[in-house]
């Protein structure tokens, strides 16, 4: 296959401070700083990476593509990114599901996926 997952863009209207964010919360590195294209990866030469790239408008919709993540422990996970300043959110999820639906300060619906049985 002649194709590479290179990045995930992401709308922002503060692409710095939502790049910032992310990487804080990732433990990534940031490879590109600019405000035009905030580029972080979880290692320099590792891919793939998320870029932010400015728009002028907010966010006023469900995502129609989404994030999720697997922690060691979902609890421990999920505190911590409350704490690190993301919020929980309703997306439809329903009753009991496994997963956490959170949102990034700038609302972006983002999963934390319950650990994997050892």
């Known amino acids: ?26 433990g990534w590195a940031v490879v590109n700083g600019s405000p035009e294209e905030y580029e972080i990866r979880p290692a ?41 300043g993301a919020r929980r959110c309703e997306v439809g999820q329903g009753g009991a599901v496994s997963w956490t639906v959170l949102a990034d300060p700038e609302g972006n619906e983002f999963c934390v996926l319950a650990s994997r049985a050892r």
């Open 44 to 84: 320099p030469d590792r891919l793939p990476g998320l870029i932010f790239v400015p728009v002028p408008d907010e966010k006023t919709v469900k995502n129609r593509l989404h994030l999720d993540f697997r922690p060691d422990d979902q609890a421990v996970e999920v505190a911590r990114l409350l704490a690190h």
């Open 1 to 26: 296959m002649a194709l590479e997952w290179e990045q995930t863009v992401v709308d922002a209207r503060d692409p710095g401070r939502l790049g910032r964010w992310w990487a804080e919360a990732l």
